[in-house]
């Protein structure tokens, strides 16, 4: 069975030895050993005495006291009794008589000397006995005061000792100097004799031969049988010990040595206790480097997120560290830092693993985010091109839209005839209302009635509802958002439902509203749609135009009876032509209405004799949109103008006389400038006259070009309104049928043949001039039917052309002129009597409504110097014998003027030789007054070849129908 090996402490006991001598060695010098001696003396007869009471018990009724003096003890064995006892019960029958003590031993005194022979006998048999035994003995002398009674007590303890030696068993011969070891260490080593022990010890000391100490078996001092092996030490503390003792008698030697010994054996002690409470502590105050490298790697192991350098530099502080502690227990520590190495390096491994993973998946992500990235970027792409593609088809369908708007015609008319009023006597004209055509049975001189046939745009009869006739209006009201200028007419005569057709009738319903209302309704309605694409601004202005002079009826302060008036200025950038006029913002149609409301109050209103709302003066409401597109940033402009035109009945029926018939002038002079500047963008003429009224003036912008018109003309279906009836709706067919008749030219054919007949007419009215200047070129005019030719040949002839607005032109403009235009100078060439002036000027008054619908106005000087110029004339040539009848009921200077007028005669009768029923109505009237409207203006010049070139393959025909009708 393996041994473990003892630890090795880390001091030797020689050090031990070493340091209790020199620490104690001094004063073992000064014990008392007198006092040692007598405690010593004492503890031994202390002893004796207790091992006598023990073994003998009671003698003679006394026990031997525990602890007896000196005195006592030798007073106790003097008789010798307790001796013989003790010693026949060791040894039974050693003294076969033993004298006892007398039985009133009680009254002896103890002091008292007892019978000689009882002292003698047991006392001597009791020394030879125990000399016999080779036990110590003492002298009988000590047993008497005096004595030494350390003999007595050592003799007393000797048998003590061969008691016990004989109770252990043993036989033989018992020597007393067999008892080898003390009792105790606190105990007085007793020895016969410390002659051995300092004979051994001197031995040792002077010879050096330590086997001589460690041979004597009595020695109890073996501590330096360990340190044998320590030469030097050994040596020093021989030294000490000599010099310790050397001085000290025979009898303390022991003593100090027993004292010395229990001192080392305290150091010892106390250093063991030190030694192991520092190894228990060691392990976990004073860690290694390993175990802190350990404690380190331990919570790091914990932090998942170490960096592989740490790692790395921990791995080497480690290694160096292994280095550092080589022996078997840094080799556990090493084992137990591999280990954790081990789960480190696997730790890591594993955080390597996933940061690989997480990096493979960030990569992943990156390359997913890249391609989401690139198709959102293709997408948005796509939905920008989409979105730009929308703009684009916004854009192309609001063009579209406007186009169709355009092939409907940029000037629309409207006819809408208001219910008979129910009048004594009163029969209504209107025979027969359809989609585009009105009929009015037209009584005659002869009694006869004539049906005469007005087409239109749009033919609203008296039972049309107020929807009903917007509906056509509506989409005029997406143009103005789109940055289109549009102007709404109210025209007819004073009574004949304007107001109603506009505003709605005195009680406003939801189904009664006019045609303002409802137009501002769409258009915020519209705004409001469009309001994520397009932000609008809307503003209204509200002005009037009174004998030719314009005012402001959004005023509020109405205490200054004396109205600015405003001047128009049709160069601003924004559209406003009157920009001192207020321009009130508006965000709501009911906004709109409350400001109509006061300009409705602020607006001249006067009583006439026909209608007691009759107003004698222009009105417009124009609502002005500026847009700007959130897209692109872009701005657009439109406005409507809502304009309430002013009565146009004749001045006759008015009875207006003074101020009323200035108005009446200014009226009627306005809207035959109107008429002027719609002929003239019908015909595309290159020159408008706009600034020959303010009206037009006022509404430049929104006549012409890209502007849409839209003219709603009011009749009165009763018979004593005939006459301006007929003048109204023949002013408005007029407007109509130019703007259709210009958009069919390529379409209908038939026109071909009437642009001939205009060449025959041409003709025939050459042939009739007596001027010699042109004889011969009538003559040659007879014989062409190439109006280029004609028209070089006129331009080179002619040295002065005169225009239709009296403008004279110079030579080299002349290539502009067509034939129209040779054909009016042809006639301004011609003088005109001052009859022929004053005629004109008379019928002036007599129909100045006729005058105002028929659109010449441009210069009133030129028009008396002209009179193929007038309206009158004009209205003649297409159908005269209407005409005629219409204004039967007129004046007679009506008719006188119109009898006296030679030129529309002439010009007339050239129709009249056509048959007025062999074409369709309306085609008729559009034909015909194309040709009339064509003698106020030019006409394109490019068309001119082609529809020669048409006339020149029907010219057969048409020569066939005029035989036919000279037949
Ligand atoms: N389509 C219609 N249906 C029913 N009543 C109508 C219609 N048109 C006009 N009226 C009525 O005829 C009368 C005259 O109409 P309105 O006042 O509109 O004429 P006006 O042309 O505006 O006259 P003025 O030029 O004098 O202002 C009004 O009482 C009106 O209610």
Redesign the pocket.
């Known amino acids: 069975m393996a041994t473990e090996p003892e630890p090795t402490l880390p001091f030797s006991i020689v050090s031990v030895v070493e340091d209790v001598l020199q620490k104690h060695g001094g004063r073992l010098s000064d014990i008392d050993f007198a006092s040692r001696k007598a405690q010593e003396a004492s503890s031994r007869r202390n002893e004796a005495a207790s091992w006598l009471r023990n073994t003998v018990g009671n003698v003679g009724g006394k026990d031997m006291l525990d602890e007896p003096s000196e005195e006592d003890f030798r007073n106790a064995l003097r008789s010798g009794i307790i001796l013989c006892n003790a010693l026949n019960k060791i040894q039974p029958g050693a003294v076969p008589k033993v004298v006892e003590a007398p039985s009133d031993i009680d009254n002896i005194p103890d002091g008292a000397a007892l019978s000689v022979y009882q002292y003698f006998e047991n006392v001597r048999n009791f020394l030879v006995t125990v000399e016999g035994m080779g036990l110590p003995t003492f002298e009988a002398s000590d047993l008497e005061q005096g004595g030494k009674s350390s003999r007595i007590v050592n003799c007393v303890l000797a048998l003590k000792s061969y008691s016990e030696w004989k109770l252990g068993g043993k036989n033989g011969l018992w020597k007393y100097g067999g008892n080898p070891k003390p009792p105790t260490y606190g105990k007085p080593i007793v020895r016969k004799s410390s002659e051995p022990f300092m004979r051994s010890l001197s031995r040792g000391m002077s010879s050096g031969d330590k086997d001589g100490l460690l041979n004597d078996p009595s020695s109890s001092i073996d501590v330096v049988s360990h340190d044998r092996n320590e030469g030097g030490s050994t040596a020093s503390l021989y030294s000490l010990v000599r010099e310790i003792l050397h001085d000290r008698k025979q009898e303390e030697i022991p003593f100090i040595v027993e004292s010395l010994l229990s001192k080392v054996m305290e150091e010892f002690e106390s250093r063991v206790i030190t030694l192991k409470q520092e190894t228990s502590k060691t392990p976990r105050e004073d860690k290694s480097p390993s175990e802190a490298l350990n404690s380190n790697l331990k919570g790091l192991s914990d932090d998942e997120e170490m960096e592989e350098n740490d790692y790395v530099e921990l791995n080497q502080k480690k290694n160096n560290d292994v280095k550092y502690n080589n022996d078997e227990k840094s080799n556990s520590q090493l084992l137990r830092q591999q280990n954790i190495i081990q789960r480190q390096s696997e730790n890591i491994q594993e955080l390597k693993m996933i940061v690989h993973q997480t990096k493979e998946g960030m990569h992943f992500l990156h390359k997913k985010y890249r391609e989401d990235f690139i198709y959102l970027g293709k997408h948005l792409q796509s939905l920008t091109s989409a979105a730009s593609g929308y703009q684009k088809v916004l854009e192309e369908n609001r063009k579209i839209y406007n186009q169709m708007q355009d092939l409907k015609g940029n000037i629309r008319v409207y006819c809408?005839v208001?219910?008979l009023k129910r009048q004594p006597n009163s029969h209504g004209i209107v025979s027969n209302v359809e989609e585009e055509n009105i009929s009015l049975i037209i009584p005659s001189k002869n009694g006869k009635e004539v049906k005469k046939t007005f087409t239109f745009n749009k033919v609203f009869g008296?039972s049309?509802t107020q929807g009903e006739v917007f509906s056509d209006t509506q989409p005029l009201i997406r143009s103005v958002l789109d940055g289109f200028n549009v102007c709404i007419f109210?025209y007819?005569?004073?009574?004949?439902?304007?107001?109603?057709?506009m505003s709605g009738?005195?009680n406003i319903t939801e189904e009664t509203v006019g045609v303002n209302y409802r137009a501002l309704r769409d258009l915020f309605y519209l705004s409001e749609q469009r309001k994520d694409r397009i932000h609008y601004d809307i503003f209204v202005q509200m002005l009037e135009i009174y004998n030719e002079q314009v005012r402001d009826l959004l005023v509020t302060d109405t205490s200054n009876k004396r109205y600015p008036f405003f001047k128009i200025r049709n160069s601003s950038q924004n559209g406003i032509n009157v920009p001192n006029a207020n321009l009130v913002p508006v965000s709501s149609s009911a906004d709109v209405l409350n400001l109509m409301n006061l300009g409705q109050k602020n607006r001249a209103v006067s009583a006439?004799s026909?209608?007691d709302?009759?107003?004698r003066s222009h009105s417009c409401l124009t609502v002005h949109v500026q847009g700007r597109e959130l897209a692109s940033g872009n701005n657009l402009r439109g406005c409507i103008h809502l304009v309430?035109l002013?009565?146009s009945e004749r001045a006759d029926k008015s009875e207006a006389t003074g101020d009323r018939l200035k108005e009446a002038q200014h009226i009627n002079r306005s809207l035959s400038a109107l008429g002027d500047v719609i002929s003239s963008l019908a015909q595309k003429q290159s020159h408008v006259p706009y600034r020959n009224s303010k009206l037009t003036q006022l509404l430049q912008d929104s006549l012409g070009g890209q502007a849409k018109t839209l003219m709603f003309v009011?009749i009165s279906p009763e018979s004593e309104a005939l006459a301006e009836t007929i003048s109204t709706l023949k002013f408005a067919e007029r407007v109509s049928t130019v703007e259709l008749g210009a958009s069919r030219v390529n379409k209908d054919s038939g026109e071909v043949k009437v642009l001939k007949e205009q060449i025959t007419s041409l003709k025939e009215t050459l042939a009739r001039m007596k001027d010699g200047e042109f004889e011969h070129l009538k003559q040659r005019a007879n014989s062409m039917t190439d109006l280029p030719k004609l028209k070089s040949l006129l331009s080179s002839s002619v040295p002065t052309i005169w225009t239709s607005g009296g403008r004279k032109l110079p030579r080299d403009d002349s290539s502009s002129l067509d034939s129209e235009d040779i054909y009016r100078n042809l006639h301004a060439g011609v003088n005109v009597n001052d009859d022929d002036k004053e005629s004109f000027s008379g019928s002036m008054n007599r129909d100045e409504s006729c005058d105002s619908l028929m659109g010449q106005s441009e210069v009133e000087s030129k028009r008396s110097s002209s009179p193929l110029l007038s309206p009158t004339y004009l209205f003649a040539t297409s159908d005269f014998d209407e005409l005629e009848l219409a204004t039967s009921e007129g004046s007679e200077s009506d008719l006188s003027w119109q009898s006296q007028s030679p030129k529309p005669t002439a010009i007339s009768n050239a129709f009249v030789s056509r048959p007025k029923k062999s074409i369709h109505l309306k085609q008729a009237k559009n034909l015909t007054t194309r040709s009339m409207v064509s003698s106020l203006s030019p006409s394109s010049s490019r068309k001119q070849p082609t529809l020669v070139s048409q006339s020149r393959k029907h010219s057969g025909s048409i020569d066939a129908k005029r035989r036919s009708g000279n037949a």
């Open positions: 809408r208001r219910p008296p049309a109210a007819g005569q004073t009574g004949s439902g304007k107001t109603h057709t009738p005195d006439t026909m209608n709302r009759s107003s309430y002013a009565g009011h």
